[in-house]
């Protein structure tokens, strides 16, 4: 019995091998997207980070209250490109409870609050390069919320929001990964509730990983 020639059978192989491995060019489908092109920013889970401070106040109170709220998920789509703009902000924050002694008599109960931008919102690109991208918007954020009566009941309030406030919205690359900050500010009066509490003075930071693609 006659056995292949080593020699051919090793180069035949490494023909093979060559033949099967990525052609010279070809871009690295490992590579993350470039974010200095027009691209779709996207979330919807719960943040890394994410809170909102205001003061509370109410007229049967003068004495103001810090509360501090844990932002539970960011639903969050905006483009870049020709017309940046801003198709979600929503942020789900639950429920709040100020105590009787610091608003008489009996403190105040507010469930599933959900602050959110009325989007489409423009967007001004602040800063743009290959791993970042810096975008500005003045919008007011509305605050839909319901309130806990005396027997339980859960009753739906109006939406109510801001005056236009400064949104800022940071995207960065790194380590492979792609993180959306999001900040807003709302000096002075922010949200109130007729005859039974004001929030003012807010502070919104939110931390979340993001998905980009190419923008359609």
């Given at each position: 019995?006659?056995?292949?020639?080593?020699l051919?059978?090793?180069?035949?192989g490494?023909?093979?091998?060559s033949?099967c491995?990525p052609?010279?060019g070809?871009p690295?489908?490992?590579?993350p997207m470039?974010?200095d092109?027009?691209?779709?920013?996207?979330?919807r889970?719960?943040?890394?980070?994410g809170?909102l401070v205001?003061?509370?106040?109410?007229?049967?109170?003068?004495?103001?209250?810090?509360?501090?709220?844990?932002?539970?998920?960011?639903?969050?789509?905006?483009?870049?490109?020709?017309?940046?703009k801003?198709?979600?902000l929503?942020?789900?924050i639950?429920?709040?409870?100020?105590?009787?002694?610091?608003?008489?008599p009996?403190?105040?109960?507010?469930?599933?609050l959900?602050?959110?931008?009325?989007?489409?919102v423009?967007?001004?690109i602040?800063?743009m390069?290959?791993?970042?991208?810096?975008?500005?918007a003045?919008?007011?954020?509305?605050l839909?919320w319901?309130a806990v009566?005396?027997d339980?009941t859960i009753?739906?309030l109006g939406p109510v929001?801001?005056?236009p406030?400064e949104?800022?919205?940071?995207?960065a690359q790194?380590?492979g990964?792609?993180?959306?900050?999001?900040?807003?500010?709302c000096?002075?009066?922010c949200?109130?509730m007729?005859?039974?509490?004001?929030l003012?003075?807010?502070?919104?930071?939110?931390?979340?990983s993001v998905?980009?693609q190419?923008?359609e």
């Open positions: 019995m006659r056995y292949p020639n080593l051919s059978i090793l180069l035949v490494g023909m093979m091998v033949g491995g052609k010279e070809a690295d489908q490992t590579a470039p974010l092109m027009p691209v779709k920013v996207t979330t889970q719960a943040p890394m980070a809170q205001l003061t509370a106040q109410g007229p049967i109170s003068p004495q103001p209250t810090a509360v501090q709220l844990t932002v539970q998920e960011i639903h969050l789509t905006l483009t870049t490109g020709e017309h940046p801003l198709y979600q929503e942020l789900p639950g429920d709040v409870a100020i105590p009787a002694d610091k608003l008489p009996k403190g105040l109960q507010l469930k599933n959900v602050a959110s931008a009325e989007a489409p423009p967007l001004e602040v800063h390069q290959s791993d970042a991208i810096e975008v500005h003045t919008t007011p954020l509305w839909h319901s009566l005396s339980g009753w739906p929001h801001t005056a406030l949104l800022d919205i940071d995207v790194s380590g990964a792609v993180v959306a900050d999001v900040h807003a500010s000096p002075g009066d949200w109130s007729d005859g039974v509490a004001n003012r003075d807010g502070s919104l930071y939110v931390e979340s998905e980009v190419a923008a």
